[in-house]
Every structure is written in C-alpha cells, then in structure tokens.
C-alpha cells in the first residue's frame, strides 16, 4: 500500500504564521466587527460557559503521521510535543473528580502518544463515553495495526477525518495516498462493526471545504456520502458532520498567501447565524493543551488564547459559567448551520 507524501509544517519551514502570536495579529487585521459585538447586536451575548463540564478535551500531542493542507494544528511527523505524565494523570484525576461524562482525545494523531490506550482503558473504567479523532490511516501503520479491535473492545467512538468520499478530494487536502489508506481502515472498522445498525460501536465522519467557502449542508452532504461511500466501496457510518474551516494556522497561510483571506472573514462575518450560539461546543467543553494548559476551545489552544488556571490548578469554580474568550476566527464556527 502506497505510503502518505507529507508536506512540510510551518514549524519545519521557519514560517511567521508558525507564531500563535502571529496568526492573532494578522486576525485582527482584518476588517471586521469584533465577535463578542456581533453577538451583543443579535442579543446572544456575552458567551458564557455552563455551570459544568460535559466534555474534557485533551490534545495530546502536535506529532501526526500526515501534514494536511487545512490543518489548524500544524501538526506533522517533525513536531515533538507530547503530553507528559504529570498532565495525563492530572486529566484522568479531573474526570473522576468532577464526573466529566465525556472524554475527547484529539492531537495531532492521539495514537501517537505512548499512553494512548492507558487513557483509554481508565477513562473506561471511569465509566466515561471516549471520543477518539482519528485520521484513519494510523491505524494501517505497523506498529498500529491493534487499533481498530481496540477501539471495538473499548466502544470507542470514532470521529473520522475524511475531507471528500473520493481520492482526488481527499488526497488534494491531507496528501497522496490518504483515501486509499482510509478506505482500508474503514473496511475494518465495518468488519468489526463499526457503523452497523444496533452495535451501538459509533463510526462519524467529519468533512471540510476545500477551498474558502463554507461546507454544503450536512444533511444533503450525508445523502450523498453514504450513497457513494457504499456503492464504490461497501462502506456504512453513523452520521457525517461538517466542519467550516478556521482561518488559523496552514488554513490561514493558504488564505493569506492567495489573496482571499479579507474575503473569507467576511464570508464568515455575512454568514453568521445566532441560532447556532447555544449549542456552540465551548460552552460545554474544557480544551486542555498537551503541557497542561487550559482553553475554552481547540481553536483558541492553536491560538495560544489561553485561560488563567492549568490542569494542574484548576477548580470549577474558577471556569463554571466563565465569559468565553472570542476573536474573529470564532465566526467559523457561527457560519451559517455553524460547525457540528
């Protein structure tokens, strides 16, 4: 099977949109109403989180077997950050302290990191729902070949990134060779059970826009995937979500580097919906950074927009029904049917 051609990340090419910093500035270049005075206009604001966390999100590390194009994480093979013990056992402590019910485990690719099914099995154990974002073709390494019978003993839930239900689409975004590897690991995945009717293993796709605009309805875009994804190549899943792309990161570089990154903000900023501010995931999500550090979303961690409190610190006194820190890029999220 072919091997994934990689792409540098803006890290290996010295590029300045490697800087969190950087990106912010460049953000708030942009001509555009400030976030936190849309949502006032439209009578949703300000953003407050609720009075408990429903979802611990953890990023483990930036390392990942791919580079993808639209990547906001700027994750790739030459990153080294990694979450250390200290910060893993801090998170499993808060699960089973604060009786979080859902565990999110994101990266960079999350198998990577070497305590990987550990967290797993104690979150488990600690009766909570696990939610693994998997890029697919991990799971056809060598030394990964385990995962996908793992995933089925532990009911993992799995939320697969998967940009088009075809190579040409796929590959253009997350590198050559990548559908073909995800074709083969959801092949598994169904083999196991994964996406079959009754069990109860979740199988979700998640998809992005190529280029600067926003996703197609997710509803219509479902029709169509499982449609093609079972009659090209025998493939069932649960549910597909779209996901508008943040203007951070490579996403950004690309917006920037080709001209079109005022327009895109503005697309956002024209499509903004209030319907879609009460079920935002940063009101029910704490996002916590692979050194420990705390956010209200993955996006802001990117961004380096970070909380006061680390995990090691924290109480929920300190974050319950906190005011939600906003920027410009948070207008993805609010775009039209908003980001699942």
């Keep these: 099977m072919a091997a994934i051609r990689l792409i540098p990340t803006l890290r290996r090419q010295s590029h300045p949109l490697a800087d969190p910093l950087a990106q912010q500035q460049m953000l708030a270049a942009v001509p555009a ?5 849309t949502l ?30 639209h990547c906001h994480v700027d994750a790739g093979p030459d990153r080294t950050e990694i979450m250390p013990p200290d910060v893993v056992a801090a998170c499993l402590d808060l699960l089973a302290r604060w009786q979080i019910p859902v565990l999110d485990i994101t990266g960079g690719a999350p198998e990577l990191h070497p305590a990987f099914a550990e967290i797993v099995r104690r979150a488990r154990a600690l009766g909570c729902h696990v939610i693994d974002r998997c890029n697919l ?5 060598p030394n990964y070949r385990y995962l996908p019978r793992f995933f089925a003993e532990q009911q993992v839930e799995i939320i697969a990134s998967l940009p088009a239900p075809d190579p040409a689409g796929t590959d253009g975004q997350r590198g050559d060779g990548v559908f073909a590897l995800s074709i083969a690991t959801l092949r598994e995945l169904n083999a196991l ?3 079959q009717a009754g069990s109860g293993l979740l199988l979700n796709l998640i998809a992005n826009p190529t280029g600067p605009h926003l996703p197609e309805p997710q509803a219509t875009l479902e029709v169509r995937w499982r449609s ?29 580097e080709s001209g079109q990154l005022d327009d895109y903000i503005q697309l956002l900023v024209q499509s903004f919906n209030p319907a879609t501010v009460a079920g935002l995931m940063c009101r029910t999500t704490l996002s916590v950074g692979w050194d420990g550090r705390l956010y209200d979303c993955d996006f802001n961690q990117m961004l380096d927009i970070a909380l006061p409190q680390t995990i090691l610190d924290v109480t929920l ?18 775009a039209a049917a908003g980001s699942t």
């Design 228 to 256: 093609e994804l079972a009659e090209r190549y025998g493939i069932v899943f649960n549910r597909l979500y779209t996901l508008t792309n943040v203007p951070i990161s490579r996403y950004l570089a690309y917006l920037h």
């Design 137 to 141: 073709t991990i799971a056809q390494l």
């Design 317 to 334: 006194s300190d974050i319950a029904n906190r005011e939600i820190r906003t920027a410009a890029h948070c207008y993805a999220c609010t």
């Design 40 to 69: 006032a206009a439209h009578r949703v604001g300000p953003l407050r989180a609720g009075s408990r966390v429903e979802v611990l999100q953890i990023n483990v590390g930036r390392r990942c077997n791919q580079t993808c194009r």
């Design 193 to 195: 059970g994964y996406g």
């Design 33 to 37: 109403p400030p976030f936190a005075e």
